[in-house]
């Protein structure tokens, strides 16, 4: 029942992407604090407090990085007492979704938009998500274009992750 929220949304999200090659945050900012409130009230509170540290660690200066990094391995310590190895697996999820972001590898929207994905359906939905966009980065690559716009192949990784 939830799919038929998240596939228009996604479906928008994309539109934008095709677009404009940017995807608006009233789009992407909303889920993602939805998602941080969702792990809140389902008893993941480490997952929660990750997510934000990971978008609170970008405005610090480099000498509280390291402290930031240090309480991140704290909260992922905390996931696994509360919730086991799962929650330990989708906290470096969202880690590296983070630094695919910083790297340049995908774009703020991108990355906002998988860890709300992440966040809501756990890392399951990435495995179609990350193969659709893979997918499409090579048929790109093939085609001369060095970007692409991401938020489709997401969409294409979520509507068959919901065909199963």
Excluded at 78 to 92: P, Q, R
Excluded at 133 to 141: D, E, R, S, V
Aim: proline share 5%; glycine share 10%; aromatic share 12%.
């Amino acid at each position: 029942m939830v799919w038929l929220l998240v596939i228009p949304w996604l479906a928008i999200c994309a539109w934008h992407d095709l677009r404009t090659r940017t995807v608006p945050a009233l789009l992407t900012i909303p889920p993602l604090v939805a998602a941080i409130g969702w792990e809140i009230y389902a008893g993941n509170w480490p997952l929660a407090l990750l997510a934000i540290s990971l978008f609170v660690l970008d405005d610090l200066p480099w000498r509280w990085r390291g402290f930031l990094s240090g309480v991140q391995g704290l909260l992922l310590f905390a996931a696994w007492n509360s919730s086991g190895w799962t929650a330990v697996l989708l906290g470096l999820i969202l880690i590296v979704i983070w630094v695919l972001w910083k790297f340049g590898a995908i774009g703020g929207a991108d990355a906002q938009v998988l860890m709300s994905l992440a966040l809501f359906f756990g890392w399951p939905i990435l495995v179609p998500v990350a193969l659709a966009t893979g997918l499409q980065a090579l048929i790109q690559y093939w085609r001369g274009q060095n970007t692409i716009p991401a938020m489709l192949g997401i969409l294409a990784g979520v509507s068959v992750h919901t065909l199963k």
